[in-house]
């Protein structure tokens, strides 16, 4: 287990090192010159010139990327263009944000796809199975923005119950934290239920028709235990892999849903970036991402340990 | 225990879902929905549109426009032109601070002045570019000069360029002022959150306070304009800017809502690229005058009015809308004539041009691109559209990788600012390239003089040369749409599309 944690963490600079390029790279090729995007309805040249100079945009593009991967590696994820402040604060204001949404909306979709999942397993091919189904296919294609809206003019427009849009921070109101979070996690963590329903049926499905399950019912334990004890930590698996894919694509931000509600997290902040070609802000956003989504893969393999024995060689 | 904590936080939520539930905020904070987020709150910095509605409410200007576009006293009371129009002396408002309680003088317009000049990345410099030096006569009198005469000057410093920031705290904070800006506005910084919102507070010292009546205001962008009136109706908001158009009808029909607007000193145009690089040649458009001439008789502006605007805009052929009193009555919108333009495509030899028209991705713009295709069908022109990210888009302008691009300009309260830069001879933002020594004299002239009559002919002339030569084909001007809250009054339409939030009430 230590030499296993060991090794993967020592991947884990040299694979950040690569995505810091490719993000770096990537981005040059995006057609559009930010400075002339800078530069305001009346694009005067002096302007121009004195924006490229100042964001060394006029420097080659690998002197560009050590200046910005040497103030990396030091904290300093360089300046916004567009609003002037520098890309560390606007990381650290949308983190939490992006955290908070990111897990309401994972326990959300464990809640409902969880249960959903094991219980059209255990009643395959009966009434609740369908149920599910539908409800499952349901979750998957209906579309964020549409059942955001939806909820809005129905809880905030016609019952005035939820705020329509907008965030306010747990420490400042945790009441209002709630309220003003309850539909976006709601509208992210049912199109993730609906996946997870999924997999969560067709993994205990395979599980339940193994034969070590035959040999638990028939040394006869109980089928809470068979269930609980033997079925379910196995079909955990490929449901933990999803889950931390999930977790981690939520984590790179939801842009609709944050468009929609308001809620001021890294999608938003990407968004605006990539359209206004500010290079810091999509670098410090994406480079920010990548590190989850590798930490996070990590903790799925430490899980697997956990829960599958087998795997603990 | 795990079930009493799982009863409460039951409880929680439904209360939380409780009508009523939501506080309701005090009657003395103002709720505003803008468009965008804006970017840095520094008047020399700055560059976007929902910026400057911040700025109406955080920065005072030397001077103001009135709803009909004259110029009015705010930081300054009066102000006169030299003899020879090359000075511009202002008398300022005595007895004003600044946010932080600095005093608002001649050495601080001098300041702010000299700010917008030089500092690194001043969207303003060529703005002011006019002005050489500044005089500080005594402390309340201020005098601008510039090397030659240039009458849209005064105009300039009823926006941004005339703005004035605290000297004390632009020093001390210098490229970071926008962190905490520092003005002599009505409401004074309290806090930003990037994306979220901008907090505003009365300032105690400001020098018309009694006609104040918010304590807070709070600013908050929903980019999603379906969005922003959900959060209007649901009362998270007061009022809201840029409402679309295709929504206006259901605002005049709540009766809880009301609609504000009024048409825009800028324009929706098609520009044409006639020499800014060698497509001009190779273009069907950018070669020959008759096939302009055909393009513009193909479309019927009222129809695109129509279609894309919901009728709300209102159709021109000029850089000022047709009721503007800068508007040459000589140069009418000519009607759509599909013979016409089909006798001309004939006569120019080319019955079925091409025309690759460049159209941001915004839904107006594309819009307006559809409705051109279909009408410029009918009289011959095979119209291919490519729609194109907007930052993408500019960079093509420039660099005149374009044969027609369909652009919105938002207006400048003098003609001079929708009329020089874009069809003097080099201009930064004369994209079709036209280079024409007699127009660039009228220009010039309409700039030596402050006379308005003189200037009119100097615009008249312009007018001729322009709507022959077709560098554009000015379309429409659009219609700024406000939807506010009926607790709302004193709200009054400006054509620059700004807030003036005094005589504003809520309640």
């Known amino acids: 287990m230590t030499r296993f944690l060991f090794r993967r963490l020592a991947i884990l600079l040299p694979t950040l090192l690569f995505v810091s390029i490719i993000i770096f790279g990537l981005q040059q090729l995006l057609p559009g010159d930010p400075a002339i995007a800078m530069a305001g309805e009346e694009r005067d040249p002096e302007t121009i010139a004195q924006i490229r100079e100042k964001y060394n945009l006029n420097k080659p593009i690998h002197e560009r990327y050590l200046l910005w ?13 567009r609003i002037q402040l520098p890309v560390s604060q606007l990381l650290v ?51 964020n923005f549409w059942l955001g809206i939806m909820m809005i003019l129905l809880f905030s427009v016609e019952l005035g119950w939820l705020p329509a849009s907008g965030y306010v921070s747990p420490l400042e109101d945790p009441l209002g934290n709630i309220e003003a979070m309850i539909m976006p996690a709601f509208v992210l963590g049912t199109g993730i239920a609906a996946v997870m329903m999924r997999h969560t049926r067709s993994a205990m499905l395979q599980v339940l028709s193994s034969d070590y399950i035959r040999t638990a019912r028939a040394k006869g334990l109980r089928e809470k235990v068979v269930i609980g004890k033997h079925a379910l930590r196995n079909a955990a698996v490929p449901v933990i892999t999803l889950g931390a894919l999930e977790f981690g694509q939520l984590l790179s931000g939801a842009v609709l849903t944050e468009q929609i509600f308001s809620i001021p997290g890294f999608g938003k902040l990407i968004v605006d970036a990539v359209f206004n070609r500010d290079y810091a802000v999509v670098q410090g956003v994406v480079l920010c991402t990548a590190t989850a989504y590798i930490v996070l893969n990590l903790l799925a393999d430490i899980a697997y340990f956990l829960v599958n024995p087998r795997l603990r060689a | 225990m795990f079930r009493h904590a799982t009863y409460a936080a039951f409880a929680a939520l439904i209360m939380a879902a409780t009508p009523g539930a939501i506080s ?22 700055a560059r976007t549109f929902v910026g400057r509605v911040v700025f109406s409410a955080l920065c005072d200007k030397l001077v103001d426009i009135s709803p009909d576009l ?9 102000w006169s032109w030299s003899a020879d129009n090359k000075s511009l002396t202002f008398k300022l408002r005595p007895g004003v601070t600044f946010h932080d309680g600095e005093k608002f ?24 570019s006019a002005v050489t030096s500044v005089d500080v006569v005594d402390p309340l009198t201020v005098k601008l000069n510039t090397a030659a005469p240039f009458a849209p000057l005064l105009a300039t410093l ?10 004390k705290a632009g020093k001390a904070l210098a490229d970071k002022f926008a962190t905490a800006p520092v003005c002599a506005g009505p409401f004074k910084f309290v806090e930003r959150v990037a994306q979220d919102r901008i907090v505003l507070e009365k300032f105690d010292g400001y020098w018309n306070k009694a006609n104040i009546h918010f304590q807070r205001i709070e600013f908050r962008p929903f980019t999603d304009a379906t969005v922003r009136l959900a959060n209007l109706r649901s009362g998270q908001l ?54 302009r001439e055909a393009f513009e008789l193909s479309l019927d502006r009222n129809g695109i009015n129509k279609v894309v605007f919901d009728g709300l805009a209102t159709p021109g052929n000029q850089w000022v809308a047709p009721n503007s009193p800068y508007y040459a009555k000589s140069s009418p919108i000519p009607k759509r004539d599909v013979a016409k333009a089909k006798a001309l495509l004939k006569e120019a030899g080319n019955p079925n041009p091409v025309v690759n028209l460049v159209t941001p991705t915004t839904t107006d713009a594309r819009n307006i691109a ?25 960079n093509m302008a420039d660099k005149g990788d374009f044969e027609a691009y369909i652009l919105a300009w938002s207006g400048r309260p003098d003609p001079d600012g929708n009329l020089y830069s874009f069809h003097g001879c080099k201009q930064p933002l004369n994209y079709s390239g036209l280079c024409n020594p007699a127009l660039d004299e009228v220009l010039n002239d309409s700039r030596l003089t402050t006379d308005m009559a003189q200037r009119q002919a100097a615009w008249n002339k312009a007018a001729a040369i322009v709507l022959a030569e077709r560098p554009i084909i000015y379309l429409l001007h659009r219609k700024w749409l406000w939807a506010y809250g009926n607790k709302l009054s004193g709200f009054k339409e400006y054509p620059d599309g700004l807030i003036r939030f005094t005589g504003m009430k809520l309640g």
């Open chain 2, 70 to 78: 004259k110029v009015v006293p705010q930081l300054a009371t009066e």
């Open chain 2, 24 to 45: 309701s905020a005090s009657a003395q904070t103002l709720k505003f929905g803008l468009a965008e987020d804006p970017d840095a709150l520094d008047p020399t910095l």
């Open chain 2, 105 to 128: 003088d001649a050495e601080a317009v001098k300041y702010n002045i000299e700010r917008h000049k030089t500092m690194q990345g001043s969207q303003r410099r060529g703005e002011l």
């Open chain 2, 238 to 291: 007061d009022i809201l800017e840029r409402l679309a158009a295709t929504d206006a009808p259901g605002v005049q029909k709540d009766a809880k809502l009301k609609l504000g607007s009024i048409t825009e000193i800028g324009y929706y145009g098609i520009t044409i690229n006639i020499g800014k690089s060698d497509k001009a040649k190779t273009s069907a458009l950018g070669s020959s005058q008759k096939i």
């Open chain 1, 69 to 81: 991967i040497g103030g990396v590696l030091q904290g300093d994820f360089g300046e916004s263009i």
């Open chain 2, 158 to 167: 009823t926006d941004r360029a005339g703005m004035m920031i605290s000297p």
């Open chain 1, 93 to 143: 204001e949308k983190l939490p944000v992006t955290i908070e949404l990111a897990i309401l909306s994972m326990l959300v979709a464990l809640g409902i796809g969880l249960p959903a999942g094991m219980i059209s397993a255990l009643y395959n091919g009966r009434w609740p199975d369908y149920v599910a189904n539908v409800v499952g296919l349901w979750g998957l294609s209906t579309p």
């Open chain 2, 370 to 394: 559809q409705v051109v295709q279909a009408m410029a069908k009918e009289a011959g022109f095979d119209v291919r559209i490519q729609a194109t990210e907007f930052a993408t888009s500019l």
